[in-house]
């Protein structure tokens, strides 16, 4: 499952995937940027997809593989080193371990906005593939849970050099057990693992289940219910990411301004800081509080995501643009508000198209009167 899909079902239980259409110009910045990823996934069938509902099956994800905070932090004049030093390391034959530190140097070379290095991750990472699946046998069990189109199983693996899951460990499990059942199903799957430069290495893999019982998905929850399904989820499992950025996303969309929303988001972004839409609203909330550094500092992943070649979000550059422009960095600040603006599509809600060319001049205004920080 990509970052866009797993915001799509994160959108998909926020919204009760019944309200077709795009969202409404009001709504919270996160809540239009997670719109706006499934959008720009494929405009054709976002009405389609979203009113799909939440039934996505089993599904094998290394989504939640990387949200670790990187291990490495780099200067932009310590990435091009580094960037050389991996290189000659990937032309040998290296370790398990060499492998995944140089994977994660890479990363922060990208991230230091060394250009070669995001080039080389785009062109050499080729992530897991499934090749040969065990048949899901379904639950043994009548749910206890009124509601259980939204239940989940989410497991912590670890995928082998050899394409096979091992050290499953249980996520969460909610309100239903099964997860031994699962496990054992996982043991007979085979992957492509996952390759760096040609050589297989292990990766941490997330399984998430969506047990169906039966064809029926049963009314959508409400409002009030999504709410509460979201709060029960992470007092089930509150070591769970998925948990708490699930949170997150419902109270974005369902209620910006809780006062508890901070908390939950900060919370969020401790646990998944590699997550691009956690990144990017932790980055908005810092520019509202004019911490402008720290605000690029988050949107780095967000950042990353773009220059591999993931579709950019104008939420994404809007937050660049915003932080850049309280820095003074009037050269950025417009570049990226420019862009924001011209990648805006065509069927987005016009109060918002008009918002953002507002900003673009506000900007354009601002910037020609003050000089620019070097």
């Given at each position: 499952m ?19 259409g ?18 720009l996934?494929d ?6 997809r ?5 039934n996505?099956g ?5 989504a939640?593989?990387?949200l ?6 780099l ?8 960037f050389?030093?991996?290189?000659q ?16 140097e890479l990363?922060a ?9 995001c080039v ?5 990472v080729?992530?897991s593939?499934?090749l ?13 849970f009124?509601?259980?189109?939204y239940?989940l199983?989410?497991?912590?693996c ?8 091992r050290d499953?460990q249980?996520i969460e499990?909610g309100p ?10 996982l ?5 492509r ?8 290495m292990?990766?941490p ?5 969506h047990?169906?019982?039966g064809?029926?998905r049963?009314p959508d929850?409400s409002t009030?219910?999504?709410?509460e ?6 007092g089930?499992s ?12 419902q109270l974005?969309?369902?209620?910006p ?7 939950v988001l ?5 646990m ?8 990017t ?14 605000a ?6 967000a950042i ?5 070649g993931e ?7 809007e ?5 850049h ?6 050269t950025?600040?417009?570049a990226q508000?420019?862009?924001?603006v011209?990648?805006l599509?065509?069927?987005?809600p016009a109060?918002?198209r ?10 354009q ?10």
């Open positions: 990509s970052w866009r899909l797993l915001s799509l079902f994160l959108l998909c239980l926020s919204t009760g995937c019944g309200h077709y795009l969202p409404p110009s009001t709504a919270s910045h996160g809540h239009l940027s997670l719109a706006m990823d499934a959008y996934d405009p054709s069938s976002y009405e389609r979203i009113a799909q509902g939440t996505f089993f599904v094998t994800t290394d939640f593989a990387s670790k905070a990187p291990s490495v932090e200067e932009p004049d310590q990435a091009p080193r580094v050389e030093e991996v290189v390391v990937l032309k040998g034959n290296p370790s398990d371990a060499e492998l995944r530190r140089a994977f994660g990363r070379s990208c991230d230091a906005d060394y250009e070669k290095a080389f991750l785009k062109e050499q080729q992530p593939v499934i040969e699946a065990a048949a899901v046998r379904p639950m043994k069990r009548e749910p206890r009124t509601h259980t189109q239940a199983i989410i497991l912590g670890r995928l082998d050099v050899d394409g096979r899951l499953c249980v499990s239903e057990h099964e997860a031994a059942h699962l496990i054992a199903q043991s007979e799957d085979r992957y693992p996952w390759m760096l430069a040609g050589h297989p292990s990766r893999y997330t399984v998430n289940f047990p169906i019982y064809s029926n049963g929850l009030e219910l999504k709410l399904w979201a709060r029960k989820r992470v089930w509150p070591t769970s990411t998925s948990a708490w950025t699930n949170l997150a996303a974005a969309i369902h209620a301004d809780h006062p508890h929303y901070p908390r900060a919370r969020a972004y401790a998944a800081p590699e997550y691009w839409w956690i990144a609203e932790m980055a908005w909330q810092r520019v509202q509080a004019g911490q402008h550094s720290d690029l500092k988050a949107l780095r992943p990353r995501r773009s220059a591999l579709h950019p979000n104008p939420y994404v550059l937050t660049a643009a915003a932080a422009f309280g820095l003074n960095q009037c950025e600040a417009l508000q420019r862009k924001a011209e990648l599509p065509a069927k987005w109060p918002e008009e918002r953002f060319e507002r900003k673009l001049q506000d900007y205004s601002a910037c020609a009167t003050s000089p620019a920080t070097p």
